[in-house]
């Protein structure tokens, strides 16, 4: 079985520029997440889909961060325009349920990440 | 202010040696989690602790979660230049995830 897939596993672009960082998550997975960790600070939840519908997106630092889940599939990640401070890894994780779910239905599965650096 | 905190940030150690790694907060977590990640990779869940003074054992890694469920420990035994690594431990705090910092774990042969 595939594993969650980012794409592109990095990227480097100018400040002012636009990104837009792909997730695949495990088939049949309905929850997917996307995290990010920037420079010396631990990984940071963003948002929460439940198949195509944002769950909480609390984490979304402001409106220059985009999520879209179209047909409850793959999800995008679009930062436009990019700022300095936005440059880090960003994680994409998914699984079957949400939550403490006996026999670890809800472990979260991790892709390998995208490493924005914005210049 | 980080939720989780995790110690120690960096840890070198000789192949062969035990050691133990700690995830604190202040509050409470209904379960706690320990991670591993390793460069260019995300994080692989190791192990979940639910119940407060649980100890769960992964062959040479031993994880216990507070009484409290306020902290939780990671020990491993007799390490191996595979253990090297980064350890994150995570939990439910609210309707998110939160991740400590991490513990970056070096195994020398």
């Known amino acids: 079985e595939a594993g969650v897939t980012q794409f592109p596993s990095h990227s480097v672009i100018e400040k002012g520029q636009t990104v837009t960082l792909r997730c695949d998550p495990i088939?049949?997975?309905?929850?997917l997440y996307w995290y990010r960790r920037v420079m010396g600070k631990e990984i940071k939840f963003l948002l929460h889909f439940v198949k195509e519908s944002k769950q909480d997106e609390s984490g979304m630092p402001n409106n220059r961060f985009l999520a879209e889940r179209t047909g409850g599939t793959y999800s995008t990640l679009k930062v436009q325009p990019a700022e300095l401070e936005d440059s880090g890894v960003y994680f994409c994780a998914s699984s079957q349920e949400w939550g403490i779910i006996a026999g670890g239905a809800d472990t979260q599965y991790f892709g390998p990440g995208t490493r924005l650096t914005v210049l | 202010t980080q939720l989780l905190e995790q110690s120690p940030q960096f840890l070198s150690i000789q192949e062969g040696e035990n050691l133990t790694v700690y995830c604190n907060s202040s509050s409470v977590f209904s379960s706690l989690q320990w991670y591993r990640q390793e460069p260019g990779e995300g994080p692989v869940l190791l192990v979940t602790v639910v119940t407060g003074g649980e100890v769960k054992k992964l062959k040479r890694l031993t994880f216990q979660f507070g009484d409290a469920r306020k902290d939780s420990s990671l020990h491993i035994t007799a390490a191996q230049t595979g253990d090297t690594g980064l350890y994150l431990c995570?939990?439910?705090?609210?309707?998110?995830?939160?991740f400590g910092p991490g513990t970056r774990l070096s195994v020398l042969p």
């Open positions: 088939s049949g997975h309905d929850n």
């Open positions: 995570a939990g439910i705090y609210g309707q998110n995830f939160v």
